[in-house]
């Protein structure tokens, strides 16, 4: 594994998401601190809400009202919903479907198996014509721009997409030194806004991240179990 992803740690935010084990139900809850910020933890507190209920068994996923989006499998867990075209295969079947392509990504670009799927299923729930209202596109939500300086041709082709995506994650693994929180944050709502709050920028973008953490460590410990 290369250094610059050696060390890919939550920093801050593993404090309030911690370790899950892939095989509980976790339930994450969001409160907002004196300075406005908004911050999401596993610890059960009166005042703070709860956000959603994730399990490590597979698609299920639970809001604790239909307000609250549960970017882990029926968003794009971006800024922004993602408009889903018709499917005729389950969420079963589409999350397993793409795991040769993902492993080859993953070597490719020596990017953790787990990561790569974690992403696609918060982004697009596994569905290769997901289309955000942005114009994200595909299984990885590329930008048009985005896709266009990856030299993906048709976001829509789940191979392209996947290599394609994966190719940005490792430009960001690099770019941010394998700081989980910021390469995250920056797929999700793009560099600038990293750099402009030096950090996650947004509660939506914390939700993102606590979500994608969860199923990378949800999709690793099921990888090496088998």
Known sequence: MNGSFHNLALASLVALVGFFPASAAAQLYTYETPDGEVLITTEKHPEYRLLETITGDSNRSSSSSSSSSSSSSSSSGSEIEATMGSSTRSFSERERMYDDIIEEAAEA???PFGFIKAVIRVESAFQTDAVSHAGAMGLMQLMPRTAASLNVTDAFDSRQ???GGSKFLRILI???DGDINLILAAYNAGDVAVRRH???PYAQTRQY???V???YQAYSAEQESQ
């Open 109 to 111: 670009y020596d990017v």
């Open 161 to 163: 997409n996947i290599f």
């Open 174 to 176: 690099d770019r941010y």
């Open 198 to 200: 030096d950090g996650i």
């Open 209 to 211: 991240v606590a979500s």
């Open 213 to 215: 953490y969860y199923w």
